[in-house]
């Protein structure tokens, strides 16, 4: 059974650094064909995804957030992470990590593909002053 | 980016009763990929229906999606208790990805 779970700072200070990583078990994040995604819930303004990062560290990130953003991977530990520096209040959120099932990579690039089948149970996270 | 915009907001009915929730994109959403996920309180959504009208793994004959271009419908004929729950709309073309807004269906 595959499971995702979040971990990090539950409160952030304003303009300080967001992080949170994923621990997954039930498979391995090294091997192709999925892709691992952070997506995050705000109370107003619903879903968001974030980015996500392949099995072999290629990355994709939602333009909004991208020059905040940061992903990595940990095989070794079967995890991965991700950094937004910077933070306000708008990124108060609760963030999901979830595998992206559909996604595939050429001998050049990875590709993801945006479905997801499993997801962590969710991260409160609240950035204030 | 595409935006998504889902109706009714709120859906209100009883156990048995059908529901038809809409879900419309700003712009051709490519090769009709386009899925829904339902969402109970305090959990993780969970994956229904993807390329428009595929059942995921494990999903009741109930639930049924149709669609395509902008226009998209997910259909729970015969509501059970345990469908009373928040449902989006993804579109999974050209990232950026995103969200619809939620239904709720509620008792």
């Known amino acids: 059974q595959v499971q995702l779970q979040e971990s990090g700072p539950g409160l952030v200070k304003t303009s300080q650094t967001l992080s949170l990583t994923c621990s997954v078990s039930g498979a391995s994040i090294s091997s192709g064909g999925y892709f691992w995604s952070w997506i995050r819930q705000h109370p107003e303004k619903g879903l968001e995804w974030i980015g996500y990062i392949s099995s072999s560290g290629y990355t994709s990130y939602n333009p909004s957030l991208k020059s905040r953003l940061t992903m990595s991977l940990d095989t070794s530990k079967s995890r991965f992470s991700v950094k937004l520096i910077s933070v306000t209040a708008a990124d108060t959120a609760v963030y999901f990590c979830?595998?992206?099932?559909?996604?595939?990579?050429?001998?050049?690039?990875?590709?993801?593909?945006?479905?997801?089948?499993?997801w962590g149970p969710g991260a409160q996270v609240t950035v204030s002053s | 980016e595409i935006v998504l915009t889902q109706s009714p907001g709120t859906l209100s009915l009883s156990p048995g009763e059908r529901a038809t929730l809409s879900c419309r994109a700003s712009?051709?959403?490519?090769?009709?990929?386009l899925a829904w996920y339902q969402q109970k309180p305090g959990q993780a959504p969970r994956i229904l229906i993807y390329?428009?009208?595929s059942r995921a793994t494990g999903i009741p004959d109930r639930f049924s999606g149709r669609g395509s271009g902008t226009g998209f419908s997910l259909i729970i004929s015969n509501l059970e208790p345990e469908d009373f729950a928040v449902y989006f709309c993804q579109h999974y073309g050209d990232s950026p990805w995103t969200f619809g807004q939620g239904t709720k269906v509620e008792i």
């Open positions: 390329a428009a009208s």
């Open positions: 979830a595998r992206d099932f559909a996604g595939y990579c050429t001998s050049t690039t990875c590709y993801g593909g945006g479905l997801f089948d499993y």
């Open positions: 712009q051709t959403v490519e090769n009709s990929k």
